[in-house]
């Protein structure tokens, strides 16, 4: 089930994450408004898997100040989606312009995820 992490409002800075299914894979939705256009957002389906070789672990945890004694893989899964751009994660999509999408677009894409609505206000 995705949890909220981001804006209780998902269309300002959202950050829904799936922290149920592994320890290391995290699928992520993820939703950032274009600051000069009405209704235009970038969205993305992504899968983080905080071991693969290529991601600079100490170069995120550094960009987020996270410790070694306070890591916490939920967290640093989403700073490597910051860090990297969503696009190195999976955002791109065939069935969908990612970073053109409107937010009835997002809806529809939403109410087929199993979301839970604690700290967050949106409906579908």
Known sequence: MYKNIGDRNFFEHG???DTERSDT???ILYCQPYPDEE?????????V???DSWIDKKEVMKFIGMLDADF??????IACL???GAENFGAESYAYDWTRMSQVEINN???HHL????????TW
């Open 15 to 17: 950050i829904l994450i």
């Open 25 to 27: 894979e995290f699928p």
């Open 39 to 47: 209704d235009r957002y970038q969205f993305g389906e992504c899968i």
């Open 49 to 51: 898997d905080i071991t």
């Open 72 to 77: 916490d893989p939920a967290k640093f899964a």
């Open 82 to 84: 910051e860090y990297y």
């Open 109 to 111: 894409i939403l109410k």
């Open 115 to 122: 979301i839970a609505a604690d700290d967050l206000d949106i």
